[in-house]
């Protein structure tokens, strides 16, 4: 079975400095990777995926995440956070509709930007 | 285009009530994900409904339930409330992109119910 794991459940950066957000998953089949954010009182809204192809995966808000098949990883990354970054990050996994699947999320890391 | 839409946007219910929150997908996306997102534990996967059936189905009690109507919108049904059912309950819609059928795509959320159990 598929999951997701957030290893960090909290991240304080400072303003303008790099911040990368990991995610590892298990899985015995192909999958897609998502990362979402949700900001204070909203939904989430999609960040990037990985479908296939390049393994370097580019976002919205500059943002940023590598597929690394050997580590079953998905770290989101970026390269200079600003205060409007502050939110709740998830990482999903999703192994695709032929197997009548669904999207698991991890359990979200919360991004606290510091001036 | 309008996003997903989920009403009402906050209730609070007594422990024992019953309770229906509303979902309505993006025009043209046929698949439905609820989720619950309680303090603390994340999101939790509920339902999920395409095509008008129930495809799968999370580790919940089955008082937790749902539907999904011919026009795609769908509704979470929890009867016998108890106080850790107090959460934001999130709908996403979702639609595949490419010419091949199994290919996924993105979930696209909705702003999310908070119901809260007294």
Same mark, same amino acid.
């Given at each position: 079975?598929?999951?997701?794991?957030?290893?960090?459940?909290?991240?304080?950066?400072?303003?303008?400095?790099?911040?990368?957000?990991?995610?590892?998953?298990?899985?015995?089949?192909?999958?897609?990777?998502?990362? %979402?954010?949700?900001?204070?009182?909203? &939904?989430?809204?999609?960040?990037? #995926?990985?479908?296939? !192809? *390049?393994?370097?995966?580019?976002?919205?808000?500059?943002?940023?995440?590598?597929?690394?098949?050997?580590?079953?990883?998905?770290?989101?990354?970026?390269?200079?956070?600003?205060?409007?970054?502050?939110?709740? %990050?998830?990482?999903?996994?999703?192994? &695709?509709?032929?197997?009548?699947? #669904?999207?698991?999320? !991890? *359990?979200?890391?919360?991004?606290?930007?510091?001036? | 285009?309008?996003?997903?839409?989920?009403?009402?946007?906050?209730?609070?219910?007594?422990?024992?009530?019953?309770?229906?929150?509303?979902?309505?997908?993006?025009?043209?996306?046929?698949?439905?994900?609820?989720?619950?997102?309680?303090?603390?534990?994340?999101?939790?996967?509920?339902?999920?409904?395409?095509?008008?059936?129930?495809?799968?189905?999370?580790?919940?009690?089955?008082?937790?339930?749902?539907?999904?109507?011919?026009?795609?919108?769908?509704?979470?049904?929890?009867?016998?409330?108890?106080?850790?059912?107090?959460?934001?309950?999130?709908?996403?819609?979702?639609?595949?992109?490419?010419?091949?059928?199994?290919?996924?795509?993105?979930?696209?959320?909705?702003?999310?119910?908070?119901?809260?159990?007294?």
């Amino acid at each position: 079975a598929q999951s997701v794991t957030q290893l960090d459940s909290q991240v304080p950066v400072f303003e303008e400095a790099p911040v990368e957000l990991r995610c590892n998953y298990s899985s015995s089949v192909s999958v897609y990777l998502f990362w %979402y954010v949700q900001y204070p009182n909203q &939904g989430l809204q999609l960040l990037l #995926k990985y479908l296939s !192809g *390049s393994t370097l995966v580019k976002g919205i808000n500059g943002f940023e995440a590598e597929f690394n098949k050997s580590q079953t990883s998905f770290h989101l990354r970026k390269p200079s956070v600003h205060i409007s970054d502050t939110a709740e %990050y998830f990482c999903a996994v999703s192994e &695709g509709r032929s197997s009548a699947s #669904k999207i698991i999320f !991890g *359990s979200g890391t919360r991004l606290s930007i510091r001036p | 285009e309008a996003g997903v839409t989920q009403s009402p946007t906050h209730l609070i219910k007594t422990r024992g009530q019953q309770v229906t929150l509303r979902c309505s997908p993006i025009s043209g996306h046929t698949s439905v994900y609820w989720y619950q997102q309680a303090l603390g534990l994340g999101l939790q996967f509920l339902l999920w409904y395409d095509e008008g059936e129930e495809r799968n189905r999370g580790n919940f009690p089955p008082r937790f339930s749902g539907r999904q109507f011919p026009n795609y919108s769908s509704e979470l049904n929890v009867n016998a409330l108890e106080l850790e059912d107090s959460a934001l309950y999130l709908c996403a819609s979702y639609r595949e992109t490419g010419h091949l059928r199994w290919v996924n795509t993105e979930a696209f959320f909705g702003q999310g119910t908070r119901l809260t159990v007294v």
